[in-house]
């Protein structure tokens, strides 16, 4: 008996089932749902065609996805959805709050970041924007920092970095920006590995997991963690800027992500 259309269909649920929690919970009807999958499955469709060395044509790409040539060609023509700007702006902020921790320029005697003033050449909020963030303006980067309580303004004006992780703490849709972006990495991290036919070329993706953890010890393990956590994605996020380069040609995105998950009732896992 062949397994795996129950491995997929088990995964398919695992993946859809709290991501379908979101979407009921933001007013997202099965039909948007739908009309959305259904252009990702052409558009992927394409993608796999030419991944095979197929021929792109609205043909084979039919015949890959199911779905009817009529409707291949319309959404095929339809305009694609632009996932790139929600990650853009992730980066610039993550990157303006990377550099205010490790650029020399904007550190204090002790090598802490130190409080900057708005405007000014140099040593500045301004200049640290325009330095990290590319051609986003100054006050929506700190319109920005200060939604998601990363800053604050002081009593001389001047604004400081009280929290060096950014996690939007008001905006729902910062968020789930946030959730397509690191999920979607996430798993193209485990399709990687998948596909890889030599194990030198895998994507590090480890996990520690217990299923009798006294809960009673979670608040001070949770405490641990997040200290520890905390403190190698800093040291990651050293390399990464040090070994930074300004062409195109040679550069890569990369990410490394630490997520803690706790199941309150095993047994809901059967629901």
């Not at 380069?245 to 629901?271: A, C, K, L």
């Amino acid at each position: 008996m062949n397994l795996i259309p129950e491995v997929i269909q088990n995964t398919m649920i695992r993946v859809l089932k709290p991501l379908i929690r979101i979407l009921l919970r933001n007013g997202i009807a099965y039909a948007t749902f739908a009309d959305t999958a259904r252009k990702i499955y052409v558009d992927s469709g394409f993608d796999e065609a030419k991944r095979r060395q197929q021929k792109q044509t609205v043909s084979n790409v039919s015949i890959l996805t199911g779905i009817n040539r009529k409707e291949v060609k319309r959404l095929r023509e339809a305009l694609a959805y632009d996932t790139d700007q929600s990650l853009k702006k992730f980066n610039r902020t993550v990157r303006v709050i990377a550099g205010w921790q490790h650029d020399e320029d904007f550190l204090d005697k002790d090598h802490e970041p130190k409080d900057l003033k708005l405007e000014g050449e140099q040593g500045s909020f301004s200049a640290l924007v325009k330095r990290y963030s590319g051609d986003m303006p100054v006050v929506a980067m700190l319109n920005a920092l200060l939604d998601s309580e990363n800053i604050r303004i002081i009593d001389n004006g001047n604004i400081q970095l009280v929290n060096p992780n950014y996690l939007p703490a008001t905006d729902s849709d910062k968020k789930l920006d946030i959730l397509g972006i690191d999920t979607a990495e996430f798993i193209e991290t485990i399709d990687h590995n998948i596909n890889i036919k030599h194990a030198d070329d895998a994507w590090f993706q480890r996990k520690a997991s217990n299923t009798h953890v006294d809960i009673n010890a979670l608040p001070k393990i949770k405490q641990r963690l997040n200290k520890k956590a905390q403190q190698l994605l800093e040291d990651i996020d050293s390399d990464f800027s040090d070994n930074e380069t300004n062409d195109e040609q040679s550069s890569s995105r990369v990410s490394v992500g630490i997520y803690f998950h706790q199941t309150h009732n095993p047994e809901s896992e059967e629901d």
